[in-house]
């Protein structure tokens, strides 16, 4: 059984130029959540997104933008990029438990982006 | 707003001896809690959880946890420390009625041979 999948692994931008990461999530799972890992320090939240609906937005400028398709998977979008967006991207899909409605998040392995 | 706090940047344990990497939250109500670890170039991989019930939690590759809601702590441990559990452990927490999930700035283990 697959796990979550990004893409691309890797990837180096020039500043002001725009990006896209891609998220396959776990099958069955509705709900994908995207983290930024600066290096250093531990994941921020970005978005969530369940059935396709914005479910919560973390404290990021406009610039960060995302979406769910109906399949589940998901696309991370970031404009005007900055010197200071260079991370480790992470996505998490996550289904809830019936039993205790937790929601545990299996994350993919990440996109990291340098810009330069 | 919920927050979790790793007081810790790096804990240096010898191999054998039992680890305790710590943690502390901050929530409006009832916390969901977990700790997940993460390996060089790896995403994160998830360890354990509270919901409720059991204030000691068990988890993967011998890890536990305990919950202490009277000193806001999930502190993470191990009887016997691995050297392959040298990595970089993330608790984490929930508040119910919230689904996003917020991350600590993480704790570097070092499990010295």
């Known amino acids: 059984d697959a796990g979550v999948t990004q893409s691309p692994t890797h990837l180096i931008k020039t500043r002001g130029q725009h990006v896209t990461l891609r998220c396959s999530p776990i099958?069955?799972?509705?709900?994908v959540s995207w983290y930024q890992q600066v290096l250093g320090q531990g994941p921020q939240f970005i978005f969530q997104y369940y059935e396709k609906e914005e479910r919560g937005r973390g404290n990021f400028p406009d610039r960060f933008s995302a979406r769910q398709f109906p399949n589940y998977s998901s696309e991370l979008n970031v404009n005007a990029l900055l010197l200071g967006d260079s991370a480790l991207y992470l996505c998490?899909?996550?289904?809830?438990?019936?039993?205790?409605?937790?929601?545990?998040?299996?994350f993919g392995a990440g996109s990291r982006l340098t810009v330069l | 707003a919920q927050s979790v706090a790793q007081p810790e940047d790096q804990v240096n344990v010898a191999e054998g001896n039992p680890l305790t990497v710590k943690c502390t939250y901050s929530?409006?109500?009832?916390?969901?809690l977990f700790w997940y670890v993460q390996y060089p170039n790896r995403g994160l991989q998830f360890l354990l959880k509270?919901?409720?019930?059991?204030?000691l939690v068990k988890g993967s590759y011998g890890f536990e946890a305990e919950f202490n809601k009277s000193q806001t702590s999930f502190h993470l441990k191990k009887p016997s420390a691995l050297v392959s559990d040298s990595a970089l452990y993330f608790c984490?927490?929930?508040?119910?009625?919230?689904?996003?999930?917020?991350f600590g700035k993480g704790t570097r283990l070092h499990i010295l041979p």
């Open positions: 984490a927490v929930r508040d119910i009625g919230d689904d996003k999930i917020i």
């Open positions: 099958s069955g799972h509705k709900s």
């Open positions: 998490a899909s996550s289904i809830r438990e019936a039993s205790s409605g937790a929601n545990v998040l299996t």
């Open positions: 929530v409006s109500g009832n916390p969901y």
């Open positions: 509270y919901i409720t019930g059991d204030n």
